[in-house]
């Protein structure tokens, strides 16, 4: 079992950054690779990034490639989010998720672990 518990939400203006924050439990979290994903109202949940086991492989989408970064700290049982540039599209509640698998993955229902999410707001 992996419980995850995401902090780091707020309210930013455009053009601002956040870094969002998985804290997990368990001694097995350097096993899993790790995903973000996002939920905007109305709509349906969609990938941001994931990372692999090691930290070696990072594979995002492309409405946030080169503005986001993924990471983690396997000593630290935490996976990050830094966001850059945000942008009121970027609004949404934000979750991660972990999967017992070495090879990355953008598809939700592959995940095994979910954490309650966080709220991130991007003024105009």
């Known amino acids: 079992q992996v419980q995850l518990v995401e902090s780091g939400g707020g309210l930013v203006q455009a053009g601002g950054s956040l870094r969002l924050s998985c804290a997990a439990s368990?001694?097995?979290?350097?096993?899993?690779?790790m995903g973000w994903f996002r939920q905007a109202p109305g709509k349906e949940r969609e990938f941001v990034a994931a990372?692999?086991?090691?930290?070696?492989?990072?594979y995002y989408a492309d409405s946030v490639k080169g503005r986001f970064t993924i990471s983690r700290d396997n000593a630290k049982n935490t996976v990050y989010l830094q966001m850059n540039s945000l942008k009121p599209e970027d609004t949404a509640v934000y979750y991660c998720?972990?999967?017992?698998?070495?090879?990355?993955?953008?598809?939700?229902?592959?995940?095994?672990?979910w954490g309650q999410g966080t709220q991130v707001t991007v003024s105009s």
């Open positions: 368990g001694r097995t979290f350097s096993s899993y690779a």
């Open positions: 998720a972990a999967v017992s698998s070495p090879r990355l993955s953008s598809w939700s229902y592959e995940y095994d672990y």
């Open positions: 990372i692999s086991w090691s930290g070696g492989s990072t």
